[in-house]
């Protein structure tokens, strides 16, 4: 059950986007549709941002995008805005039935 | 409107035991997939635990497997998490979420509750 792989951190201006990578195996994310994606700001619960590589629960932002690719998956945020800066973690289901996170990126608004 | 408040965080010598609960209003845990999850100070998420709606499916990481037990109670609507034989390594915040299916996507969580092991 290793981690899901993940940059520890991505910068951004406001306005531009950015794209943060989710690197697995054969066994999580590129076997299964199940990758998703949360936010956490510091001392707070994780939110849900994306689900099922590419869908938005309700109430977040179409600034908020998924994909995925073989075994990488990709959290990207456009137009981005100081509100955005956070912690971002993926997960994904994986072959064993359990559930594995990646090590988690710190966005940057410069 | 959907909570969930877990309960039962403190410190705990090495070796010990806690018992974690996660009450959930707003929706009944009998239809949903829930997990545990650990944050351990300044680090990432670590998927710990989870069960199925059904109830009939358990799930542990590697890291817990024989020492935590998953269930939980319909009739009070509260998940637990039995924790045996702690060690300093499971020091960490601890969150239950509710599942979108099982194992799928965590779509709701609690605020956590802090565990400490440490003599």
Same mark, same amino acid.
């Given at each position: 059950? *290793?981690?899901?792989?993940?940059?520890?951190?991505?910068?951004?201006? #406001?306005?531009? !986007?950015?794209?943060? !990578?989710?690197?697995?195996? *054969?066994?999580?994310?590129?076997?299964?549709?199940?990758?998703?994606?949360?936010?956490?700001? #510091?001392?707070?619960?994780?939110? /849900?941002?994306?689900?099922?590589?590419?869908?938005?629960?309700?109430?977040?932002?179409?600034?908020?995008?998924? *994909?995925?690719?073989?075994?990488?998956?990709? /959290?990207?945020?456009?137009?981005?805005?100081? =509100?955005? =800066?956070?912690?971002?973690?993926? *997960?994904?289901?994986? !072959?064993?039935?359990?559930?594995?996170?990646?090590?988690?990126?710190?966005?940057?608004?410069? | 409107?959907?909570?969930?408040?877990?309960?039962?965080?403190?410190?705990?010598? @090495?070796?010990?035991?806690?018992?974690?609960?996660? $009450?959930?209003?707003?929706?009944?845990?009998?239809?949903?997939?829930?997990?545990?999850?650990? &944050? $351990? @100070?300044?680090?990432? %998420?670590?998927?710990?635990?989870?069960?199925?709606?059904?109830?009939?499916?358990?799930?542990?990481?590697?890291?817990?497997?024989?020492?935590?037990?998953?269930?939980?109670?319909?009739?009070?609507?509260?998940?637990?998490?039995?924790?045996?034989?702690?060690?300093?390594?499971?020091?960490?915040?601890?969150?239950?979420?509710?599942?979108?299916?099982? %194992?799928? $996507?965590?779509?709701?969580?609690? &605020?956590?509750?802090?565990?400490?092991?440490?003599?």
């Amino acid at each position: 059950q *290793s981690a899901l792989t993940q940059p520890a951190s991505v910068s951004g201006s #406001p306005g531009q !986007s950015i794209t943060i !990578s989710c690197t697995g195996t *054969s066994s999580d994310v590129g076997r299964y549709n199940y990758v998703s994606w949360y936010q956490q700001y #510091p001392g707070k619960a994780p939110k /849900l941002m994306i689900y099922d590589v590419s869908n938005r629960p309700s109430g977040v932002s179409n600034r908020f995008s998924g *994909s995925k690719s073989g075994n990488t998956a990709s /959290l990207t945020i456009s137009g981005l805005q100081a =509100e955005d =800066e956070a912690d971002y973690y993926c *997960s994904s289901y994986t !072959s064993s039935t359990t559930l594995v996170f990646g090590g988690g990126t710190k966005l940057t608004v410069l | 409107e959907v909570q969930l408040l877990e309960s039962g965080g403190g410190l705990v010598q @090495p070796g010990g035991s806690l018992r974690l609960s996660c $009450a959930a209003s707003g929706f009944t845990l009998s239809s949903s997939g829930m997990s545990w999850v650990r &944050q $351990a @100070p300044g680090k990432g %998420l670590e998927w710990v635990s989870g069960i199925s709606g059904s109830g009939t499916g358990t799930y542990y990481a590697d890291s817990v497997r024989g020492r935590f037990t998953i269930s939980r109670d319909d009739s009070k609507n509260t998940l637990y998490v039995q924790m045996n034989s702690l060690r300093a390594d499971d020091t960490a915040v601890y969150y239950c979420a509710k599942d979108r299916s099982t %194992l799928r $996507a965590l779509e709701m969580w609690g &605020q956590g509750t802090m565990v400490t092991v440490s003599s």
